[in-house]
Nanobody, 126 residues
């Protein structure tokens, strides 16, 4: 089992920035592809970003591309999501997730991931 714990959520004004962190434990962190997803009330869980085992390959959802940045520090067992130019529609619970292997395409699907954190709330006010 891998345990994932997110932190860093909160309330921010539109146009502001917020950084999320997710610490993994229980498994060798650098063996896992990491993803960030979000879910707003009444909506399906949505792909935000993913990062492959090394830091060189990152992928983003269309709605966040150019505003959000995913990164990881394998020495700290941590994946990050830096969110800039936030919009009210970014309001959601943000989850990190982990999987040993998934294709780039399937890595956008929530059901492809094996482990999930408890989520952290991000609220963007207008």
């Amino acid at each position: 089992q891998m345990q994932l714990v997110e932190s860093g959520g909160g309330l921010v004004q539109a146009g502001g920035s917020l950084g999320l962190s997710c610490v993994g434990s229980g498994r060798t962190f650098n063996n896992y592809i990491m993803g960030w997803f979000r879910q707003a009330p009444g909506k399906e869980r949505e792909f935000v970003a993913s990062i492959r085992w090394s830091e060189s390959s990152t992928y983003y959802g269309d709605l966040v591309k150019g505003r959000f940045t995913i990164s990881r520090d394998n020495a700290k067992n941590t994946v990050y999501l830096q969110m800039n130019s936030l919009k009210p529609e970014d309001t959601a619970v943000y989850y990190c997730a982990a999987v040993r292997y998934v294709s780039v395409t399937d890595g956008r699907r929530p059901d492809a991931y094996d482990y999930w954190g408890q989520g952290t709330q991000v609220t963007v006010s207008s």
